[in-house]
């Protein structure tokens, strides 16, 4: 068996620093060092999108990167969306619109949606669908997903006037 390696990674602003082999996937270094379950495994080679993160702001297909091939990058899994037991703008607009049902595609949906939102914030439904190709989903037709997406852009953009209502009195 070859010798583990130190990996050192910033997962949802926290260090992780871990010995592992060289081959350890990603997926497994957040699930099984990290302790965060959030992140799905479903394929494993690339297609489903279950297992997707950012790295360093990016999506990315966490079972298809060696944990050591991102050293030092700064992850953000599902967990790091909300701000303790406070769901973000986008999660709540997936549980009000009934954006899943099982479930087991749905963080992965939300960091493709998370980097759409931060890439254009006001994006068409037809991005929005466009956006969304990169993740399979097989319990919902998709268009709670879509609806859910299009209702967090409202959220966010209310919550947005109501923040500078709230500066200018
Ligand atoms: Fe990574 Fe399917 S588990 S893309
Ligand atoms: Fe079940 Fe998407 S909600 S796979």
Do not use: W
């Not at 270094?29 to 494993?44: N, P, Q, V, Y």
């Not at 949606?113 to 994006?123: D, F, G, I, Y």
Request: aromatic residues 4%; contains cysteine; charged residues 20%.
């Amino acid at each position: 068996m070859t010798d583990k390696v130190e990996v050192i990674l910033t997962v949802n602003g926290r260090k992780f620093r871990r010995r592992v082999q060289p081959r350890y996937l990603l997926a497994d270094f957040l699930r099984h060092e990290a302790g965060l379950k959030g992140t799905h495994i479903g394929c494993e080679h690339g297609v489903c999108g279950a297992c997707t993160i950012l790295i360093d702001g990016a999506t990315a297909r966490s079972c298809l990167h060696f944990a050591i091939a991102v050293q030092g990058s700064e992850i953000t899994t599902v967990e790091g969306l909300s701000k303790g037991d406070e769901l973000n703008a986008l999660q709540t607009a997936f549980h009000e619109n009934h954006g899943l049902q099982c479930g087991f595609c749905t963080p992965g949906f939300l960091m493709t949606a998370t980097e759409l939102l931060r890439s254009s914030p006001n994006p068409s439904e037809t991005e929005i669908r466009e956006a969304l190709t990169n993740n399979i989903c097989r319990c919902t037709g998709y268009s709670n997903i879509v609806k859910s997406v299009v209702a967090a852009v409202e959220k966010i953009k209310a919550g947005v006037s109501a923040e500078k209502e709230a500066e200018h009195g």
